[in-house]
């Protein structure tokens, strides 16, 4: 099975900036739509933006559109989010998770059928 491992989270001030990983172990992720995932204590996970095969289609939540960018790098087999402009409300947890090959990729949502997850990485905003 695939595993996903998130990595690059932690204490940053309001404004600044975070990079996320997510890394596969044992399998590639060239076949997979990737997905990024945020959950604040005590609230229900929300999509933040993901990225399809050829990283040509990336999708944003309303809520980071224009500070986080999604990438992938194949030969890293590798998922980063790039976080910028960091608010109090983006703190909590970030999971990513794997899709395997969509029949479809939408420019609209990230509604996909996740095979994999990762454990998570935390980030807290605060000055």
């Known amino acids: 099975q695939l595993q996903l491992v998130e990595s690059g989270g932690g204490l940053v001030q309001p404004g600044g900036s975070l990079r996320l990983s997510c890394v596969a172990s044992?399998?590639?992720?060239?076949?997979?739509?990737i997905g990024w995932f945020h959950q604040a204590p005590g609230k229900e996970r929300e999509g933040v933006s993901c990225?399809?095969?050829?990283?040509?289609?990336?999708v944003y939540a309303d809520s980071v559109k224009g500070r986080f960018t999604i990438s992938r790098d194949s030969a890293k087999n590798t998922v980063d989010l790039q976080m910028e402009s960091l608010k109090p409300e983006d703190s909590g947890s970030y999971y990513c998770?794997?899709?395997?090959?969509?029949?479809?990729?939408?420019?609209?949502?990230?509604?996909?059928?996740?095979?994999?997850w990762g454990q998570g990485t935390h980030v807290t905003v605060s000055s």
């Open positions: 998770a794997a899709a395997r090959d969509p029949a479809r990729i939408s420019s609209y949502n990230c509604l996909y059928d996740y095979n994999h």
């Open positions: 990225i399809s095969i050829s990283g040509r289609v990336t």
């Open positions: 044992g399998f590639t992720l060239d076949y997979y739509v």
